[in-house]
């Protein structure tokens, strides 16, 4: 078997028609999603195409349970993602409950090469937990104590990283969406093997298409996450207190 990984898509629409193109032309047996799959500037229209995909399994970021929670009412979820309430205010309750099915976490045995793979959104325990290529190795061994695989793949930090601890291979599939180091979109084919992928999209009618959506942050989510995105070593750094915080 052979799964393409796609994480972190944010309402990132332009992003995410780029890469299903070239997923096409990859003919996977399955497309896993990693979490995070609406919340940013046009997340119906996202969910949407996301909705149509033939053979696909879809696990929840916190992102998408925050969304689920403005949807409800209910009061907001500790991470909920980028105006979580302008965007739950344009899904219908089909999507809603489409979010909702989402799984905890998919596993599957026999992906080519690789053995058993987990993909979960941060952590095989939560989805909020960061892992990055810099977490202290008894830091990870704590976030993939709960795990029986040979590889997990995840999202949630943005930024791609493939690393070993112990016996587990960790790869973080990237953002499709909201990349940290160099735009485009960044996603991940898995068997046989591990490859990291960056598709290129054109940049300048993304950004007309996300300011005309209504956000209100098109501007900002068009200029720092499309024409710019952060620098790897900003991301880092954002990561690193993102982590402290969490450790303290």
């Known amino acids: ?3 393409a990984a796609l994480s972190d898509i944010h309402g990132n629409l332009p992003a995410l ?3 299903l ?3 096409e032309d990859e003919k996977p047996d399955l497309i896993v999603s990693c979490g ?3 919340s940013g500037p046009m997340p119906a229209e996202t969910i949407a195409l996301l909705m149509t995909l033939p053979r696909a399994r879809f696990v929840r970021g916190n992102a998408d349970r925050g969304l689920i929670d403005e949807f409800d009412g209910k009061p907001p979820s500790p991470m909920p993602g980028p105006f979580a309430g302008w965007c739950a205010k ?3 309750r089909h999507q809603r409950d489409f979010l909702a099915a989402f799984e905890d976490a998919v596993a599957i045995d026999d992906i080519d090469g690789l053995g058993r793979v987990v993909f979960c959104h941060a952590t095989p325990r939560n989805d909020v937990d ?3 290529k810099e977490t202290p190795l008894e830091r990870m061994r704590a976030h993939l104590s709960t795990v029986e695989a040979d590889v997990v793949v995840c999202g949630h930090t943005h930024m791609q990283f493939d690393r070993h601890v112990d016996r587990i291979r960790v790869v973080n599939a990237g953002s499709v969406g909201m990349p940290y180091g160099e735009p485009g979109a960044y996603w991940t084919m898995l068997g046989p093997g ?4 960056r598709t290129e999209y054109d940049l300048e009618e993304a950004a007309r298409r996300v300011r005309a959506a209504g956000s209100p942050v098109g501007e900002q989510f068009a200029t720092e996450n499309l024409l ?3 620098s790897v070593e900003e991301g880092m750094e954002f990561l690193r207190k993102a982590e402290a915080r969490q450790l303290a």
């Open 36 to 38: 995070d799959v609406a």
């Open 194 to 197: 591990v490859r990291a992928r």
């Open 90 to 92: 344009l899904l219908d």
């Open 228 to 230: 710019r995105v952060p």
């Open 130 to 132: 960061v892992m990055t």
């Open 17 to 19: 028609e780029a890469v």
């Open 21 to 23: 193109r070239e997923v």
């Open 1 to 3: 078997m052979r799964v």
